[in-house]
């Protein structure tokens, strides 16, 4: 079975530059996540999709983060414009339900640097 | 305060030593994940549990609901070991969040 899948694997930016980033969950799994993981800290829940509608975006900064789910398949997560903070790891996970308590399969993840 | 709290935050052991860390949480929850990061790596779910206690190969963790606290241990550590361990809960009711501990640096030297 294939794993999450997320590109690009680094990225490098300049503060207010935008950028893009795209995962592909397992097959069949309904509910995607977007975390943010700054160095040091555990990650933080920035969306949670259950097929293509939102779930919780209650910590996503929305005057520059937007994510879209559009099939229920494929997510993309943009931030615009970057900031300095905005410097982290960005994972993907997906998991069967989004109800009960289920495994969440990460991604290896998208490390963001802004300069 | 933190409503998932790990310790240590770093461990350093020598290969062959019983690893034991910690995780306290402050909410009711309906399951607790034990996470695993490598350096440039994703996470890995070693265990999900909502009560009593898991093992896989040298791998085992316990959780103690009524005093909000779980363990994961090592048995024989080896430097492949070496990761963050993260402790993840799970809110109950219709808070089905995670909510992540810092984590915690693992270093088995040879």
């Known amino acids: 079975e294939a794993g999450v899948a997320q590109s690009p694997r680094y990225k490098i930016i300049e503060k207010r530059q935008s950028v893009a980033f795209w995962c592909n969950p397992i097959s069949g799994h309904a509910t995607l996540y977007w975390y943010q993981q700054i160095l040091g800290q555990g990650p933080k829940l920035l969306i949670q999709?259950?097929?293509?509608?939102?779930?919780?975006d209650s910590q996503l900064p929305k005057d520059r983060f937007s994510a879209e789910r559009l099939k229920g398949v494929d997510s993309t997560l943009k931030i615009q414009p970057a900031k300095l903070e905005d410097s982290a790891v960005y994972l993907c996970a997906s998991s069967t339900a989004g109800l009960a308590p289920s495994e969440q399969y990460f991604g290896p993840g998208t490390r963001l640097t802004v300069t | 305060k933190n409503e998932v709290e790990q310790s240590p935050q770093n461990l350093t052991a020598q290969e062959g030593e019983f690893i034991t860390i910690n995780c306290s949480y402050s909410v009711g929850i309906s399951a607790l994940h034990w996470l695993q990061q490598h350096p440039g790596g994703g996470i890995v779910s070693l265990f999900m549990l909502s009560s009593g206690k898991k093992k896989h190969g040298r791998l085992i963790a316990t959780i103690n609901i009524q005093e909000k606290h779980s363990s994961l241990h090592i048995t024989a550590s080896h430097p492949r070991d070496s990761a963050v361990y993260i402790c993840a809960v799970r809110g109950g009711g219709s808070n089905y969040k995670l909510t992540f501990g810092k984590g915690t640096l693992l270093t088995v030297n040879p």
């Open positions: 999709f259950q097929n293509n509608g939102v779930v919780d």
